[in-house]
């Protein structure tokens, strides 16, 4: 978090923005539902905080090396694990020999220290890994409050159990928290919003219809489409971008040229050294050279530099690659393989740098134009600020959502790729109590950290309000005016399924000046038009509900985005929006229509005063393809003057209707 | 048969007192396992304050018996959320 606040024109340095005009989220308390904490670390310092807020009912609870009196304190206020969910599961005894774990709320993964310093860390100066990214770090909300509620067991990478998931929603409603935040996922493909197995939908539901906001990651299994998660509609999903921050590794070739390479590389230079390509005769001479299977049967690669390719998204191709050219004698490896944005130190601060096929390939040919080809790989270095570019990150999960199309996934976009944040002691990628980590894990919590802020500033607004203010006044382009592209193969502009209503963008958020409100008869709306049945939905929310007859189309929920999954011909759908800024306002519609879609707008102009606060419209889309085609963009933005309310508009025409184009 | 666990959700809780919920919970479970000693030891959780249901370790033929009663939305089996 070191750049994160800097990047999103949050500072700490501005006396007047909203950092400053919520106090830094004093008397918010953010729940998270992660691997615990390591209440030791300094970013749970509680210096300058007032008292607990009188509200709070829950606490901390004693176990493993854990001390619910003494290790809590006025930033860490609750702490309780849940594991009779898991335990009951697990076939195997849950074995904290071979998966180290505390019996308690300690952290041992690291994951859930480290969200929750993104979230709501204390001030710490001059943090760092091994020099990298160095500054100071902080939560989104630094005074808001922590409570923690581990879900999440060391077998080994982290696994959490829906009976221990909705446990901790039941008591963290309970306890008063303000708002929620998960960094967890399921698997493809989805169970509906109903059903419990999905824990989190559910528990959401009751929180989000008691008033708390539940901030979820969007997940990993990018940059496919169609792969997100946390899709119900009462839940803030978020995807995951990169910071204009990059650590470039120099890679210095014999022939004087220097190629920047990525890495989290603290160690010392390797000088000028003999840089090989392993290479077989033969059929396939490219195979001895694959990362993760190098083999070394025509070269050795003692004191030297390796290079390999892959075409292994996951990071194990590289930790593959160090360990084998290690344990070769080998110095350094130099992996080619397209960008994943997902960077980390290999073991025993051994040089592992990645480079792009085409960096890769411009080595490969000097390797072999040359007699004796040499490298010398130096230290990272941390670059901030221009030219490095922002990207939605190579596995932050797409959208459209697999379960309902029309409802826009991921709802909104935040920085989640090599954030610094704390982390516990056996973290292997921890160094001085910090550690650099991806993943949409990273980017929810520092949403969460916003929504603290707005919490704060409108304590009377509903989630889908927060909701609304964030996906309306989300940056398209970085914070800096420079598109925002979407990492993948091959890399192309961002849209709303990559990043939602865009990039966040607090200040803004603020004041939105108008909001897609939601209430629990909203949702109902919604399940009834996702062909719920009655029963269920009365069961859900605790009350006779009939759906009305015919069923309620799911474009008329009142989103503030607009996504039609299946135009044939045309359609209207019904908007109502809510003004949050001067009583007397006048909005004009302005309309960018996607690509052979007409959009109209009626009315046109909004005039709210004193006795219209809240004015419905409608918009009636309709197509001139006459095919089947993908998904067009577009958007719909209401402007006063001051604000630009601006939904995303995504057309999909479907003449032929459920039908997949795999042709 | 082999006990899993299942999660019994039952939607928005009936009674403002937890100790009730939980109450109802248990006489639930007594009534598919037949006693109360069977009920506490098949019981893992009672969720009782944001929402009524229960997690309890059950059989396929358990399950379906209280599926059936008054006021059950769902019985599934519990599964597995990954760290993203």
């Known amino acids: 978090t070191t750049r994160t606040w800097d990047y999103l024109h949050l500072s700490s340095h501005f006396p007047t923005n909203l950092l400053h005009e919520t106090n830094m989220g004093d008397g918010i308390i953010i729940g998270l539902l992660d691997t615990g904490v390591w209440p030791e670390s300094v970013v749970f310092n509680d210096e300058g905080l007032g008292p607990i807020p009188a509200r709070w009912k829950g606490h901390c609870q004693s176990g493993q090396l854990f001390n619910g009196t003494t290790d809590c304190n006025r930033k860490l206020i609750g702490a309780k694990f849940f594991i009779d969910g898991f335990l009951a599961e697990n076939i195997q005894p849950f074995n904290t020999t071979d998966n180290p774990d505390f019996m308690s709320p300690r952290d041992?993964?690291?994951?859930?220290?480290?969200?929750?310093?993104?979230?709501?860390?204390?001030?710490?100066?001059?943090?760092?890994?091994?020099?990298?990214?160095?500054?100071?770090?902080?939560?989104?909300?630094?005074?808001?409050?922590?409570?923690?509620?581990?879900?999440?067991?060391?077998?080994?990478?982290?696994?959490?159990?829906?009976?221990?998931?909705?446990?901790?929603?039941?008591?963290?409603?309970?306890?008063?928290?303000?708002?929620?935040?998960?960094?967890?996922?399921?698997?493809?493909?989805?169970?509906?919003?109903?059903?419990?197995?999905?824990?989190?939908?559910?528990?959401?539901?009751?929180?989000?219809?008691?008033?708390?906001?539940?901030?979820?990651?969007?997940?990993?299994?990018?940059?496919?489409?169609?792969?997100?998660?946390?899709?119900?509609?009462?839940?803030l999903t978020v995807a995951a971008t990169t910071l204009d921050r990059s650590l470039p590794t120099p890679i210095t070739l014999g022939n004087n040229k220097t190629i920047l390479g990525q890495a989290m590389y603290g160690g010392k230079e390797v000088g000028f050294t003999d840089l090989v390509y392993p290479e077989n005769p033969g059929l396939r001479p490219a195979l001895a050279g694959v990362c993760e299977s190098l083999s070394f049967n025509n070269t050795s690669p003692v004191g030297k530099v390796v290079l390999c390719f892959t075409a292994v998204i996951r990071r194990s191709a590289v930790?593959?690659?160090?360990?084998?050219?290690?344990?070769?004698?080998?110095?350094?490896?130099?992996?080619?393989?397209?960008?994943?944005?997902?960077?980390?130190?290999?073991?025993?601060?051994?040089?592992?740098?990645?480079?792009?096929?085409?960096?890769?390939?411009?080595?490969?040919?000097?390797?072999?134009?040359?007699?004796?080809?040499?490298?010398?790989?130096?230290?990272?270095?941390?670059?901030?600020?221009?030219?490095?570019?922002?990207?939605?990150?190579?596995?932050?999960?797409?959208?459209?959502?697999?379960?309902?199309?029309?409802?826009?996934?991921?709802?909104?976009a935040a920085p989640g790729v090599s954030i610094?944040?704390?982390?516990?002691?056996?973290?292997?990628?921890?160094?001085?109590?910090?550690?650099?980590?991806?993943?949409?894990?990273?980017?929810?919590?520092?949403?969460?950290?916003?929504?603290?802020?707005?919490?704060?500033?409108?304590?009377?607004?509903?989630?889908?309000?927060?909701?609304?203010?964030?996906?309306?006044?989300?940056?398209?382009?970085?914070?800096?005016?420079?598109?925002?592209?979407?990492?993948?193969?091959?890399?192309?502009?961002?849209?709303?399924?990559?990043?939602?209503?865009?990039?966040?963008?607090?200040?803004?958020?603020?004041?939105?000046?108008?909001?897609?409100?939601?209430?629990?008869?909203?949702?109902?709306?919604?399940?009834?038009?996702?062909?719920?049945?009655?029963?269920?939905?009365?069961?859900?929310?605790?009350?006779?509900?009939?759906?009305?007859?015919?069923?309620?189309?799911?474009?008329?929920?009142?989103?503030?985005?607009?996504?039609?999954?299946?135009?044939?011909?045309?359609?209207?759908?019904?908007?109502?929006?809510?003004?949050?800024?001067?009583?007397?306002?006048?909005?004009?519609?302005?309309?960018?229509?996607?690509?052979?879609?007409?959009?109209?707008?009626?009315?046109?102009?909004?005039?709210?005063?004193?006795?219209?606060t809240k004015i419905s419209f409608k918009v009636a889309v309709s197509t001139r393809h006459k095919v089947n085609t993908g998904y067009y963009f577009g958007s719909l933005s209401w402007i006063d003057g001051v604000h630009v309310v601006s939904s995303p508009i995504s057309v999909r025409t479907q003449i032929l209707q459920f039908y997949t184009d795999d042709n | 048969g082999k006990s899993n666990v299942h999660i019994i959700y039952m939607g928005e809780r009936q009674s403002k007192d937890p100790e009730c919920v939980t109450?109802?919970?248990?006489?639930?479970?007594?009534?598919?396992?037949?006693?109360?000693e069977a009920a506490f030891k098949s019981m893992v959780y009672s969720y009782r304050h944001g929402f009524s249901g229960f997690a309890a370790r059950l059989t396929e033929s358990q399950a379906q018996k209280i599926a059936g009663l008054p006021g059950v939305v769902h019985v599934l089996e519990n599964r597995f959320h990954a760290l993203q």
């Not at chain 1, 930790?319 to 290999?346: F, K």
């Not at chain 1, 134009?369 to 030219?387: D, E, N």
């Open chain 1, 108 to 235: 041992n993964i690291g994951h859930g220290t480290h969200t929750s310093t993104i979230a709501a860390g204390s001030f710490v100066a001059n943090a760092s890994y091994k020099g990298l990214a160095i500054g100071t770090l902080r939560g989104g909300a630094p005074k808001a409050r922590i409570a923690m509620y581990k879900v999440c067991w060391n077998v080994p990478m982290g696994m959490c159990s829906s009976a221990d998931i909705l446990k901790a929603f039941d008591e963290a409603i309970h306890d008063g928290v303000d708002l929620l935040s998960l960094s967890l996922g399921t698997q493809i493909p989805l169970f509906a919003e109903v059903d419990e197995r999905d824990g989190i939908s559910v528990g959401s539901f009751h929180a989000v219809t008691k008033g708390i906001p539940v901030i979820c990651a969007a997940a990993n299994d990018g940059p496919a489409a169609q792969t997100v998660h946390n899709t119900a509609p009462w839940i």
């Open chain 1, 319 to 412: 930790t593959a690659a160090a360990s084998a050219v290690r344990a070769a004698g080998g110095v350094g490896v130099i992996v080619a393989r397209n960008p994943v944005d997902v960077l980390g130190p290999c073991a025993n601060d051994f040089p592992c740098v990645v480079v792009d096929y085409e960096l890769g390939t411009q080595i490969l040919f000097y390797i072999r134009s040359t007699r004796s080809p040499i490298v010398k790989i130096s230290p990272s270095q941390t670059l901030t600020g221009k030219p490095v570019a922002t990207k939605v990150a190579t596995f932050s999960s797409r959208g459209p959502s697999s379960i309902s199309p029309a409802i826009l996934k991921p709802d909104i």
């Open chain 1, 420 to 612: 610094l944040a704390a982390s516990s002691p056996a973290d292997p990628f921890m160094d001085g109590g910090f550690a650099l980590h991806s993943g949409t894990s990273m980017a929810a919590p520092v949403v969460s950290g916003i929504v603290a802020l707005l919490k704060s500033l409108h304590p009377t607004w509903s989630p889908a309000a927060i909701r609304s203010a964030i996906v309306t006044t989300a940056w398209k382009t970085d914070p800096f005016g420079e598109p925002i592209f979407a990492e993948g193969s091959p890399r192309k502009l961002a849209n709303p399924f990559d990043y939602g209503g865009g990039l966040i963008n607090p200040h803004k958020a603020a004041e939105p000046g108008l909001i897609y409100d939601m209430d629990t008869q909203d949702y109902i709306l919604y399940m009834c038009s996702a062909g719920y049945n009655d029963s269920s939905i009365s069961q859900l929310v605790g009350d006779v509900i009939v759906c009305p007859n015919p069923k309620p189309s799911v474009l008329d929920v009142n989103l503030p985005s607009i996504t039609i999954p299946d135009l044939k011909t045309s359609v209207t759908l019904t908007r109502t929006v809510t003004n949050v800024g001067r009583v007397n306002s006048v909005y004009r519609a302005v309309v960018e229509p996607p690509f052979g879609v007409t959009v109209r707008v009626t009315p046109n102009v909004l005039v709210f005063n004193s006795t219209a």
């Open chain 2, 23 to 36: 109450e109802s919970h248990h006489e639930m479970l007594e009534l598919i396992l037949g006693s109360k």
